[in-house]
């Protein structure tokens, strides 16, 4: 089955600086990748996915980059606020049947202000 | 997207008794998930649960521990059955929908349960 690795665990950044988290898949089938936030206290909320037709998307401050040949994908978060300080994780779904991700072990970002 | 709530929010209970978490969404689907989340761990999947069919339970998940009911396309229910301080974690629902060009999953707020 899918296996997803993700890096850091730990991530501690300045406030404005930029956060960047690292995952690796080994599914080749897998061709949907989310990634969500969990806040203490509440549920992963998803806060952007790509598809493996497409290497980047952006969306305000956050980005996801996706190299389907070296199968790993990147959280890219610029000018990082204290209310980014999360847990995030990233996950992989393979194409065809149920839509069932697997998860990274999270990665805990701290953001100083 | 979906908005999904869950009750209770947090519990505390004694060891050997059971809780149902209940978990209600705003709009009708057909796939609904139960995960735990260990502390500081990552999701892991319980089962799957379909308006009309028996769930599907992920190794090391059994129907006896974790029984669900789904009796319709906007509500499920997870028991912890005879529980122990093991069974401490965060449960989650989260349903899967429709996001564009693919589906999705959302998930609930999560359920706190601790096992004295």
């Known amino acids: 089955g899918e296996n997803v690795e993700q890096h850091p665990s730990t991530l501690s950044v300045q406030e404005g600086d930029s956060a960047v988290i690292k995952c690796t898949y080994s599914?080749?089938?897998?061709?949907?990748f989310p990634w969500y936030k969990q806040e203490l206290g509440k549920g992963p909320q998803l806060i952007i996915d790509?598809?493996?037709?497409?290497g980047e998307k952006k969306d305000q401050r956050i980005a996801v980059t996706l190299n389907k040949t070296a199968k790993h994908f990147s959280l890219h978060i610029t000018e990082t606020q204290p209310e980014d300080s999360a847990v995030y994780f990233c996950?992989?779904?393979?194409?065809?049947?149920?839509?069932?991700?697997?998860f990274g072990r999270g990665t805990s970002l701290i953001v100083h202000p | 997207s979906a908005v999904i709530s869950q009750k209770p929010s947090r519990d505390i209970c004694q060891r050997g008794t059971s809780l149902t978490i209940q978990c209600q969404v705003d709009?009708?689907?057909?796939?609904m998930f139960w995960y735990r989340q260990q502390p500081g761990q990552s999701l892991t999947l319980i089962a799957t649960?379909?308006?009309?069919?028996?769930?599907?339970?992920e190794s090391g998940f059994v129907i006896d521990k974790f029984p669900i009911s789904r009796p319709n396309l906007t509500f499920s229910t997870l028991t912890v059955s005879n529980m122990s301080p093991e069974d401490s974690s965060i449960y989650l629902c989260?349903?899967?929908?429709?996001?564009?060009?693919?589906?999705?999953?959302?998930f609930g707020p999560g359920t706190r349960l601790t096992v004295l």
């Open positions: 989260s349903v899967e929908k429709s996001g564009g060009a693919t589906n999705t999953q959302y």
């Open positions: 599914d080749s089938a897998s061709n949907y």
């Open positions: 790509i598809r493996s037709n497409v």
């Open positions: 996950a992989a779904v393979a194409s065809g049947g149920s839509y069932i991700p697997t």
């Open positions: 709009s009708q689907v057909t796939m």
């Open positions: 649960a379909n308006q009309g069919s028996e769930a599907t339970y």
